[in-house]
């Protein structure tokens, strides 16, 4: 059984990652965990000795041992080859030495001490500079921020973990400052590790994104309760000022019970100031507020001068204050006056010229 697995596990095809220029640093990582896990990176690392130049005769043993070192080279240069693009493979093109292809790259992309210091240099200055956005994930911070930590690794910065887990507490927007203070106040920052601190910045995090989502759902709520109409029922304000006759403000009345605005209604009017109407089954608006229009002096009233008045002429009854007779023809009865009189006293306009013909046929 255990055979037959490692062969299984032997016919796996090999995948291995593609140098393209931009990516040496990654790249190294995994093809040294490929090479190790065919037990070929020695000969990358050290060499081998293949007795080149050498004019003394080689034994048996030693004749042996460098066929099985060409065997393992040549398996070891094949991976670097497969894992190099066609447009760096010129490169290495003509090495039939594992370890100097090798090299070859490494000094190309990894540089000399000086590249390596100036690189490091600018690996620096992004992890100074490098900050979690308002509105950026922990996780996404989070993997920018290992990505540079693992870059100055690989350039032989010796990156210590209690300066990471102090680089993520500083730079975190001002919503985790609650949580901030709790880990600096309870934990050992020394001895935190980087997993336990993202452990509990994270549960944070879904904490937050839970009220966001309370916060959101309510908001809407409450304005689809606004949007969404009333229904007019029995005892809802909307029907109960329709069954009384009440309006809303801007040129509208306030009736009393009842539909009669002169009768059983005297008294409970209630007009708007600057707007005027007229009687009957249509109301209409008449003009501006009177403090801003001309007052006539035959009638006292704002919507017009004396030269347009409808009683210009006419004599008026001082008994109703009417038009159109005098007092002795005056037909007003004392109750009929009172009623006029309130109605003149809450700021009501009539219709002027309904009014004047139908007291002219009256008097007829």
Known sequence: MASSSNQNMGALPLSFPLLNGENYDFWCVKMKTQLMSNDVWEYVQDGFEDYEGVEVALSNEQK??????????????SMIQQGVSNN???????????????????NEYRGN??????????????????????????????SRLMDVVNQMKTYGEDVATQKVVEKILINLPTKYDSIVAVIENTQDLATLSVAELMGSLKTFEQRLNRQSEKSIESA?????NVSTPKPHGKGSSS????????????????????????GRGRGRNNFQSGNNFQRGNNFQARGNDEATQPRCGICKKGSHVDKDCWFRGKPQCYNCNKFGHVKKDCRVTNNQQANYSEEQEGGGCMFYACQAASEQKNDV
């Open 88 to 106: 760096l493979f010129p490169r290495i093109i003509n090495e039939t030495k594992a370890k100097k292809a090798w090299d070859i790259l490494y």
């Open 113 to 142: 001490l000086k590249v390596k210091t100036i690189k490091l240099q600018s690996l620096r200055r992004d992890y100074e500079n490098l900050k979690m956005k308002d509105s950026e994930l922990l996780t996404d911070y989070f």
């Open 239 to 262: 029907s109960h000022n329709q069954s009384r006759g009440h309006f809303s403000s801007g040129g509208n009345f306030e009736r009393g019970r009842g539909g009669n605005d002169r």
């Open 220 to 224: 809407f709520q409450s304005k689809l």
């Open 64 to 77: 042996k041992q460098l066929k099985v070192d060409n065997r393992i080279n040549a398996k070891a240069l």
